[in-house]
């Protein structure tokens, strides 16, 4: 899409869009604290926390990156958003020490990222960030988000991503509660974990 830029576009108007549930909050918790287990999480592109806060209400502990001040603020200003660990910074670049048992990232975030360089340099730097038995769980294909993006990514040209990263498809589903992936599906959650693992 011509002139748009990621990094000024989640101000104080798209933070306030983001807390408008989306029905899915419950599901999606589900599913991500049992891929984290009793292990360390991380989510890239936290926002204004619609699943941050409930999969840390749910005992997960998991750090955060965004690179938005004003979708941080509005995190903050929650019951229990002062808990979170936010690092403020480009999740392309997964700016956090340690290493993960779950990354993930949901929505539409990834097709922030307007290249395909930028996505895999994403995929990349997820994949040294995972402890053996880890997962990185992805979900591009969700609707309702704003802004509109503008680089979709097919499940295989994903697929071929996180092989290059070395990593490998562990499950895809239609839906957080394991629902099959159809050419009609209208969300994917990926699940990828290290290969050989």
């Known amino acids: 899409m011509r002139d748009y830029n990621p ?6 108007e798209v933070a306030a ?27 890239l592109a936290v926002g204004t926390g619609r699943i941050a ?21 509005r995190l903050r200003s929650k019951p229990g958003g002062e808990a979170l660990s936010v690092t403020i910074g480009d999740f392309v670049d997964v700016p956090v020490e340690g290493s993960y048992r779950l990354v993930y990232i949901v929505d539409n975030t990834l097709f922030n990222l307007l290249t395909q360089d930028d996505q895999m340099r994403c995929v990349e730097n997820v994949a040294a960030q995972l402890q053996e038995e880890s997962h990185v769980a992805i979900t591009p294909g969700g609707v309702r988000l704003h802004p509109i993006v503008t680089r979709y990514i097919w499940p295989s040209e994903l697929d071929l991503m996180a092989r290059i990263a070395g990593l490998r498809l562990v499950d895809r589903f239609g839906g957080w509660n394991g629902e099959p992936f ?12 290290r290969k050989g693992a």
């Open 7 to 12: 990094m000024l576009s989640f101000g104080e």
């Open 17 to 43: 869009l983001y807390d408008e549930p989306r029905g899915d909050e419950t599901d999606a918790v589900r599913f991500l604290a049992r891929r984290a287990g009793d292990g360390r999480a991380l989510e």
């Open 53 to 73: 806060l409930p999969l840390a209400a749910a005992g997960v502990a998991v750090e955060h990156i965004d690179l938005s001040e004003a979708m941080v603020a």
């Open 182 to 193: 159809t050419p009609d599906s209208r969300l994917h959650v990926s699940v990828y974990g």
